[in-house]
T-cell receptor, first 117, second 112 residues
Framework: AQSVAQPEDQVNVAEGNPLTVKCTYS??????LFWYVQYPNRGLQFLLK??????LVKGSYGFEAEFNKSQTSFHLKKPSALVSDSALYFC???????????????FGAGTRLAVHP | DADVTQTPRNRITKTGKRIMLECSQT?????MYWYRQDPGLGLRLIYY???????NKGEISDGYSVSRQAQAKFSLSLESAIPNQTALYFC???????????FGPGTRLTVL
């Protein structure tokens, strides 16, 4: 069965330090991978995606993510965390359309990022 | 103005009541989705619609029904609400490629 795992419920980082939010996936075929962020009392906002090509993708607000096919991972990173980055982060995977993706996203459980001043 | 709107934003109801959650979008997208969010479970797909005449069940459709009244409107109904349907509900839209989904602000539903 297809699944997405975010092994950490919460990540704590000091402001100015680098941050990593981990994501691993288990799908058949070639996946499309996404990161979304949810601020309090808001809907999810798209951060970045990996479709094909360069394994390092850059997204909004200075975030980037690295696709590692051999480790089936897609970790979210930022070189220098801000207090305003504190939010709930979701990794999601979508199957390639030729693998029956049909635009359906499978979400991880979410990781709460807390950036302390 | 928000591209994807949901009404109501908050709703408290009693077991057995019928509830309708509404979603409207101005993005011109054909594809619309309903998800529920529960702590520690992420988002799970309830129903999705690729156009007005194409509606499909997601992974947790039992106890829910939907109506796609127009390209811009997609409603979720709970025919007889039960307490374990207490959750945060999100509507989302995408174009046909689906490379990015756009989410509404959510409806917090409490079933007593």
């Amino acid at each position: 069965a297809q699944s997405v795992a975010q092994p950490e419920d919460q990540v704590n980082v000091a402001e100015g330090n680098p941050l990593t939010v981990k994501c691993t996936y288990s799908v058949s075929g070639n996946p499309y991978l996404f990161w979304y962020v949810q601020y309090p009392n808001r809907g999810l906002q798209f951060l970045l995606k990996y479709i094909t090509g360069d394994n390092l993708v850059k997204g909004s607000y200075g975030f980037e993510a690295e696709f590692n096919k051999s480790q089936t991972s897609f970790h979210l990173k930022k070189p220098s965390a801000l207090v305003s980055d504190s939010a709930l982060y979701f990794c999601a995977v979508r199957l390639h359309p030729l693998s029956g993706g049909y635009n359906k996203l499978i979400f991880g459980a979410g990781t709460r990022l807390a950036v302390h001043p | 103005d928000a591209d994807v709107t949901q009404t109501p934003r908050n709703r408290i109801t009693k077991t057995g009541k019928r509830i309708m959650l509404e979603c409207s979008q101005t993005k011109g997208h054909d594809r619309m989705y309903w998800y529920r969010q529960d702590p520690g479970l992420g988002l799970r797909l309830i129903y999705y619609s690729f156009d007005v005449k194409d509606i499909n069940k997601g992974e947790i459709s039992d106890g829910y029904s939907v109506s796609r009244q127009a390209q811009a409107k997609f409603s979720l109904s709970l025919e007889s609400a039960i307490p374990n349907q207490t959750a945060l509900y999100f509507c989302a839209t995408s174009d046909f490629q689906g490379l990015e989904q756009f989410f509404g602000p959510g409806t917090r539903l409490t079933v007593l």
